[in-house]
């Protein structure tokens, strides 16, 4: 079955950076993209970027441009997202998400990895 | 922000139907299939529907999506206390190029 694994809450001082991981099962990694979508407590969902899994190619959000990096790893189907220059408003849950194209529904997600920003 | 609106709450008694609306413009649901998300208290969100009125598989066909011009519908009939969640409409916005979420709703079972 598909499985998007997360790794654990970090917590984390303002300027700093923090890169999440999510450890893909259950399907051909490189045939999908991940997303990232972030929530802030109480608050709604925001769509951070993509990755292909395929090539690499990326695509970020513009608000967060600059400050965040999508990689892969295909040796280990794992996917990371890293925010630097962290701000307190950085505070949220953070998910992994697929799809197989970049416009595509997020079909599986991943369980959350709360980041919280605070000095 | 938000650039899919939704009303806040809605509620209804068991068995009822509800339905929840999702404004958007000519640049995301104008142009682009819609999806909705349901985000059960304390978990990740869960795809209900692609496409505009697509069901994935597992998902109870109670649930159902529309969409016309720039807006979009989520009904859900035979309303079960199960259904008590957060839903969230979502589609790609041509100008911002990238997803766009709906501002959520609440549903309550009375």
């Known amino acids: 079955q598909v499985q998007l694994v997360q790794s654990g809450a970090e917590v984390k001082k303002p300027g700093a950076s923090v890169k999440v991981s999510c450890k893909a099962s259950?399907?051909?990694?490189?045939?999908?993209?991940i997303s990232w979508v972030r929530q802030a407590p109480g608050q709604g969902l925001e769509w951070m970027g993509w990755?292909?899994?395929?090539?690499?190619?990326?695509n970020y959000a513009q608000k967060l441009q600059g400050r965040v990096t999508m990689t892969t790893d295909t040796s280990t189907s794992t996917a990371y997202m890293e925010l630097r220059s962290l701000r307190s408003d950085d505070t949220a849950v953070y998910y992994c998400?697929?799809?197989?194209?970049?416009?595509?529904?997020?079909?599986?997600w991943g369980q959350g990895t709360l980041v919280t920003v605070s000095s | 922000q938000s650039v899919l609106t939704q009303p806040p709450s809605v509620s209804e008694a068991p068995r009822q139907r509800v339905t929840i609306s999702c404004s958007g413009s000519?640049?995301?649901?104008?142009?682009?299939?819609v999806n909705w998300y349901q985000q059960l208290p304390g978990k990740a969100p869960k795809l209900l529907i692609y496409?505009?009125?697509l069901l994935p598989s597992g998902v109870s066909d109670r649930f159902s999506g529309s969409k016309s011009g720039t807006s979009a519908s989520l009904a859900i009939s035979g309303l079960q206390s199960e259904d008590e969640a957060d839903y969230y409409c979502?589609?790609?916005?041509?100008?911002?190029?990238?997803?766009?979420f709906g501002t959520g709703t609440k549903v309550t079972v009375l």
């Open positions: 998400a697929r799809s197989t194209q970049l416009y595509r529904a997020f079909d599986y």
């Open positions: 259950g399907y051909t990694f490189t045939s999908y993209g």
């Open positions: 990755i292909s899994a395929y090539n690499g190619n990326t």
């Open positions: 000519s640049s995301n649901i104008g142009n682009n299939a």
């Open positions: 496409y505009d009125d």
């Open positions: 979502a589609a790609w916005d041509d100008s911002l190029n990238g997803h766009v």
